[in-house]
Protein backbone atom coordinates (compact mmCIF):
# COMPACT_ATOMS: atom_id res chain seq x y z
CA UNK A 1 0.00 0.00 0.00
CA UNK A 2 1.56 3.63 -0.71
CA UNK A 3 1.39 6.31 1.76
CA UNK A 4 1.89 10.09 0.76
CA UNK A 5 4.84 10.03 3.62
CA UNK A 6 6.76 6.95 2.55
CA UNK A 7 7.60 5.39 -0.87
CA UNK A 8 6.12 1.91 -1.14
CA UNK A 9 9.83 0.60 -0.51
CA UNK A 10 9.95 2.08 2.30
CA UNK A 11 6.80 1.01 3.69
CA UNK A 12 7.26 -2.26 2.31
CA UNK A 13 11.35 -2.70 4.36
CA UNK A 14 9.62 -1.32 7.64
CA UNK A 15 6.14 -3.69 7.37
CA UNK A 16 8.48 -6.81 6.61
CA UNK A 17 10.62 -5.72 9.77
CA UNK A 18 8.34 -5.34 11.73
CA UNK A 19 6.35 -8.60 10.81
CA UNK A 20 9.38 -10.69 11.13
CA UNK A 21 10.95 -9.25 14.35
CA UNK A 22 7.78 -8.59 16.70
CA UNK A 23 4.44 -9.27 15.22
CA UNK A 24 4.75 -12.77 13.52
CA UNK A 25 5.51 -14.48 17.08
CA UNK A 26 2.01 -13.12 18.34
CA UNK A 27 -0.17 -14.22 15.06
CA UNK A 28 1.50 -17.10 13.55
CA UNK A 29 -1.19 -19.88 15.47
CA UNK A 30 -3.02 -22.46 13.85
CA UNK A 31 -5.97 -20.47 14.27
CA UNK A 32 -4.43 -17.56 12.44
CA UNK A 33 -2.62 -19.41 9.39
CA UNK A 34 -3.99 -17.69 5.98
CA UNK A 35 -5.61 -14.51 7.59
CA UNK A 36 -4.42 -10.87 6.62
CA UNK A 37 -2.32 -8.96 8.77
CA UNK A 38 -2.62 -5.77 8.48
CA UNK A 39 0.54 -3.14 10.24
CA UNK A 40 0.50 0.80 10.94
CA UNK A 41 4.28 1.20 10.06
CA UNK A 42 4.51 3.88 12.66
CA UNK A 43 3.21 2.68 15.38
CA UNK A 44 3.45 -1.08 14.83
CA UNK A 45 -0.35 -1.77 15.84
CA UNK A 46 -2.07 -4.55 13.67
CA UNK A 47 -5.06 -5.85 12.98
CA UNK A 48 -6.08 -9.72 11.58
CA UNK A 49 -8.45 -10.11 9.47
CA UNK A 50 -10.04 -12.61 6.54
CA UNK A 51 -8.97 -10.08 4.05
CA UNK A 52 -7.04 -7.17 3.67
CA UNK A 53 -9.91 -4.11 3.91
CA UNK A 54 -11.54 -4.99 7.21
CA UNK A 55 -7.74 -4.70 9.72
CA UNK A 56 -7.27 -2.31 7.83
CA UNK A 57 -10.00 -0.13 8.00
CA UNK A 58 -9.81 -0.94 11.93
CA UNK A 59 -5.94 0.39 12.15
CA UNK A 60 -7.28 3.55 10.08
CA UNK A 61 -10.10 4.23 12.32
CA UNK A 62 -7.49 5.18 14.93
CA UNK A 63 -5.29 6.76 12.37
CA UNK A 64 -6.99 7.69 9.43
CA UNK A 65 -3.10 9.24 7.57
CA UNK A 66 -1.95 5.51 8.89
CA UNK A 67 0.55 4.11 6.53
CA UNK A 68 -0.33 0.31 6.38
CA UNK A 69 1.62 -2.76 5.25
CA UNK A 70 -0.38 -6.44 5.04
CA UNK A 71 0.73 -10.03 5.13
CA UNK A 72 -0.98 -12.97 4.65
CA UNK A 73 0.37 -15.39 7.62
CA UNK A 74 2.27 -18.19 6.94
CA UNK A 75 2.64 -17.36 3.15
CA UNK A 76 5.07 -15.59 0.68
CA UNK A 77 2.10 -13.62 -0.81
CA UNK A 78 -1.22 -11.78 0.36
CA UNK A 79 -2.36 -12.31 -3.19
CA UNK A 80 -1.43 -14.51 -5.91
CA UNK A 81 -2.20 -13.84 -9.46
CA UNK A 82 -2.06 -16.33 -12.38
CA UNK A 83 -0.52 -18.73 -9.72
CA UNK A 84 0.04 -20.12 -6.42
CA UNK A 85 0.69 -19.31 -2.70
CA UNK A 86 4.01 -20.91 -1.10
CA UNK A 87 3.73 -21.56 2.60
CA UNK A 88 6.67 -20.08 4.72
CA UNK A 89 5.77 -22.29 8.02
CA UNK A 90 5.23 -25.85 7.83
Known sequence: MSHSRFSPEEVARRGKELYAKIIRAQVET???IGKIVSIDIE???YAVGEDLLI???SLQA???DAALWG???GFDAVYAVGGTLSETIK
Open 43 to 45: TGE
Open 71 to 73: ERI
Open 55 to 57: PSR
Open 62 to 64: KHP
Open 30 to 32: DEN
